[in-house]
């Protein structure tokens, strides 16, 4: 039975909760007032706001954590078995001039089992095929046939047929054809303006051993040589002609001998591309016209085979010496193709070669194999 005196103590309990409740609510709702008469409520754009610095998000307690970005894929390893010819040079490279970055290039053997491909260069090779990457190769990895030479130039080491999977070469027809090409522009260029020119036929030559097929050149030279001046430079004239002073000399020419150690299909060299980019007219010896036609434009250069014999040949480059406006259409090709700049690198002919496998590998991943390269390479 609840007395008059619990009744009225009960009541006094109530009245005090409901004063306490509603002090805290009038509190509240003052606090509400005050800040949003400062503060109006604005939907702000948080979008270039970094995660840690939009209101109502703790750098520490994220309420809504994002979505971390894509991890990049891992590029493919290539590994460089050995440096051709002994010349090393900065990987980076492959990025500043060819703007080439696909694939990890390295010559750390530690890597081998990890490689997605071998490179290795032919003339490198022992004999006894002792120095070739450690089999059984990794299932995954290809093994790349760099050779630069011309197959008359070309020894066949017992053993290699079949244990690559990919060629890479000059010739047209290689799994990683590397050339020079010219680049076609789809507007008009400004008038090209000639280098200064103070010598005639000039050759740069070094090798000299018939044994290399030198012997067509060498011959034909001996003959253009008795009906106009040639300037010799290299070792053939008694000293190696330092790297700075090639591309100046090779522009201070009217025309320059351009002339293969032997006559292959596609074997055509920097002979062609550096005269080319500096201004200067290349009389070539080597494949059909046809051939060279392939990469570079027909009136931007001379071929030998156009003429009867070397006397002839002499004969057009004196008439040519003497017209101004003739020897200036050998140039009108520049009006709509560009020259390729890499000046600074084109004298060492593997780093383009090594750069592109880099670029092949990176975006071919397919495994294949090359069966018998020498049957490819010297047909």
């Known amino acids: 039975m609840t007395t008059p005196s619990s009744r009225s103590y009960k009541s006094f309990l109530i009245f005090v909760g409901w004063l306490a409740g509603f002090g805290t609510c009038l509190l509240f709702f003052q606090y509400m007032s ?19 610095e939009k209101e109502g998000i703790s750098s520490n307690t994220d309420p809504t954590p994002t979505t971390p970005p894509a991890a ?7 590994l460089l078995w050995v440096w051709p010819e002994n ?72 053993g290699l047929e079949n244990l690559f999977n990919l060629t890479l070469s000059y010739r047209h027809d290689a799994d990683i054809s590397v050339r020079n090409l010219l680049t076609v522009s789809k507007t008009p260029k400004k008038e090209f303006e000639l280098p200064k020119k103070n010598k005639l036929v000039c050759w740069f030559v070094s090798n000299v051993d018939p044994s290399t097929g030198t012997g067509t050149r060498m011959k034909y030279y001996e003959e253009l040589n008795k009906h106009v001046k040639v300037n010799v430079y290299g070792n053939m004239a008694g000293s190696r002609m330092k790297d700075e002073d090639y591309y100046p000399t090779l522009a201070s020419c009217k025309f320059y001998l351009s002339f293969e150690n032997s006559v292959h299909k596609d074997y055509i060299t920097e002979k062609l591309n550096g005269p080319l980019t500096v201004g200067t007219v290349p009389v070539v010896l080597g494949p059909s016209r046809e051939n060279y036609e392939q990469y ?8 030998v085979n156009d003429f009867p014999n070397a006397s002839a040949l002499a004969q057009y ?24 700049p890499h000046l600074t690198i084109i004298n060492q002919e593997f780093i383009p070669y090594i750069c592109h ?12 194999q090359a069966h018998n390269i020498y049957d490819w390479y010297f047909s």
């Open 72 to 78: 990049q894929p891992e590029k493919p390893i290539l």
């Open 87 to 158: 010349y090393r040079w900065d990987f980076s490279d492959c990025k500043t001039f060819y703007n080439i970055d696909g694939c990890h290039l390295t010559d750390d053997r530690s890597l081998y089992n990890q490689a997605d491909a071998v490179l290795v260069y032919h003339r490198d090779i022992k004999w006894d095929l002792s120095n070739l990457p450690p089999s059984p190769r990794p299932p995954f990895q290809r093994w790349i046939w760099l050779h630069a030479e011309s197959p008359t130039n070309t020894k066949k080491i017992p």
């Open 357 to 368: 496998a880099c670029e092949y590998i990176g975006r071919h991943k397919e495994y294949k």
């Open 317 to 340: 480059l004196l008439k040519l010496d003497k017209d101004d406006e003739a020897y200036r259409r050998y140039f009108d090709w520049r009006k709509y193709v560009s020259a390729t």
């Open 296 to 303: 570079a434009p027909g009136d931007s250069f001379i071929h």
């Open 34 to 52: 005050q800040n949003c008469s400062s503060r109006p409520f604005i939907l702000h754009d948080q979008s270039n706001v970094a995660p840690h």
